[in-house]
């Protein structure tokens, strides 16, 4: 190099340390890895859609590109294996056990943890049905047919009704009903929100009514009511037809109780490493879960809302999943 440029070289080198310029970070150090979208599941629950705006708002904060993806419950799974979505909803052990080992045992798919919340899902009543089926909460206070004649509907009577979820949430309700003699039949509402109104609508009249819900959840913490007891699962019943009060059919039993766990395809893991380890991190309560699909879906504010009001008041809790 001619002796004048080295000089104006070392000068303008001195210039940028004088300036500071010389510690300017690399722009692409913070940056995400790819522009291309990460796929996160959205499904027909408040509840389990709040958790995924929340995260989706969080490494949207890292620069991440979200783009939520309608599924089923339990078919998502597939998409997961398939690397069609790459962010799964939460799988409850009550309804999606089985599914989700059987993805995860495919290494396609990634056990991310439990979100850190104990569920419960089964039969609930209000505490008033108990005239009508005395017995309750003994399962077999249900087979009297008084009792389920009492709580039948047109379309079931003289049988009971049984008001159960979207029919993608699974549940194996039919089974039971069937494997314990049951004289029931199995309703399916359209939606989370069409379930809880019929429930509200029901106890408002004190027209007794039996059907799906869970904790954490606000309906069964608003209203006295008790769950069903049944057999108490172990993984037999679903699997050994010898096992339960019925010799000759599964399913003669409670649901599993558990946790919320957290699933993601395995291939994303390479194009996504920091969301992924967001993912990893992330952790809510049971009871800011409940007052969190409270104001969802009685006071009426929009999922992402609620989502964005937890980012905006917990930046201690999740900025450290940021890091």
């Given at each position: 190099?001619?002796?004048?440029?080295?000089f104006?070289?070392?000068?303008?080198?001195?210039?940028?340390?004088?300036?500071?310029?010389?510690?300017?970070?690399?722009?692409?150090?913070?940056?995400?890895?790819?522009?291309d979208?990460?796929?996160?599941?959205?499904?027909?629950?408040?509840?389990?859609?709040?958790?995924?705006?929340?995260?989706?708002?969080?490494?949207?904060?890292?620069?991440?590109?979200?783009?939520y993806?309608?599924?089923?419950?339990?078919?998502?799974?597939?998409?997961?294996?398939?690397?069609?979505?790459?962010?799964?909803?939460?799988?409850?052990?009550?309804?999606?056990?089985?599914?989700?080992?059987?993805?995860?045992?495919?290494?396609?798919?990634?056990?991310?943890g439990?979100i850190?919340?104990?569920?419960?899902?089964?039969?609930?009543?209000?505490?008033?049905?108990?005239?009508?089926?005395?017995?309750?909460?003994?399962?077999?206070?249900?087979?009297?047919?008084?009792?389920?004649?009492?709580?039948?509907?047109?379309?079931?009577?003289?049988?009971?009704?049984?008001?159960s979820?979207?029919?993608?949430?699974?549940?194996?309700?039919?089974?039971?009903?069937?494997?314990?003699e049951?004289?029931?039949?199995?309703?399916?509402?359209?939606?989370?929100?069409?379930?809880?109104?019929?429930?509200?609508?029901?106890?408002?009249?004190?027209?007794?009514?039996?059907?799906?819900?869970?904790?954490?959840?606000?309906?069964?913490?608003?209203?006295?009511?008790?769950?069903?007891?049944?057999?108490?699962?172990?993984?037999?019943?679903y699997e050994?037809?010898?096992?339960?009060?019925?010799?000759?059919?599964?399913?003669?039993?409670?649901?599993?109780?558990?946790?919320?766990?957290?699933?993601?395809?395995?291939?994303?893991?390479?194009?996504?490493?920091?969301?992924?380890?967001?993912?990893?991190?992330?952790?809510?309560?049971?009871?800011?879960?409940?007052?969190?699909?409270?104001?969802?879906?009685?006071?009426?504010?929009?999922?992402?809302?609620?989502?964005?009001?937890?980012?905006?008041?917990?930046?201690?809790?999740?900025?450290?999943?940021?890091e």
């Open positions: 190099m001619p002796k004048r440029l080295r104006l070289a070392a000068g303008a080198a001195l210039l940028a340390l004088s300036l500071g310029w010389g510690n300017i970070p690399d722009a692409s150090a913070d940056a995400p890895e790819t522009t979208p990460i796929k996160l599941v959205i499904m027909g629950y408040s509840g389990d859609n709040i958790i995924m705006y929340i995260y989706g708002g969080l490494i949207e904060k890292m620069g991440y590109n979200v783009e993806t309608p599924a089923d419950y339990l078919g998502q799974f597939a998409g997961l294996e398939a690397g069609d979505l790459h962010i799964g909803s939460p799988g409850w052990d009550t309804t999606a056990k089985a599914t989700m080992a059987a993805a995860w045992e495919t290494g396609d798919v990634l056990n991310m439990n850190g919340i104990a569920v419960n899902e089964d039969w609930w009543y209000p505490m008033y049905v108990k005239e009508a089926c005395p017995g309750l909460p003994d399962w077999t206070a249900l087979k009297d047919p008084a009792c389920a004649e009492s709580l039948s509907v047109a379309e079931t009577s003289p049988n009971g009704r049984f008001l979820g979207p029919i993608e949430w699974g549940g194996h309700d039919a089974e039971r009903i069937q494997a314990l049951l004289p029931f039949e199995v309703i399916h509402a359209g939606s989370d929100g069409a379930l809880t109104a019929d429930f509200v609508a029901a106890i408002k009249r004190e027209q007794p009514i039996v059907g799906w819900t869970w904790e954490p959840f606000w309906l069964p913490a608003l209203y006295e009511g008790e769950f069903v007891v049944w057999p108490e699962y172990e993984d037999a019943c050994d037809a010898s096992w339960g009060p019925n010799p000759d059919m599964t399913h003669d039993c409670g649901r599993p109780n558990g946790f919320m766990w957290k699933s993601a395809w395995a291939g994303g893991e390479e194009i996504w490493p920091g969301a992924y380890g967001v993912w990893r991190q992330f952790t809510l309560d049971a009871t800011t879960m409940g007052q969190m699909v409270y104001k969802s879906d009685v006071d009426g504010v929009s999922t992402q809302d609620v989502a964005q009001e937890w980012i905006d008041t917990h930046e201690s809790t999740w900025k450290p999943w940021l």
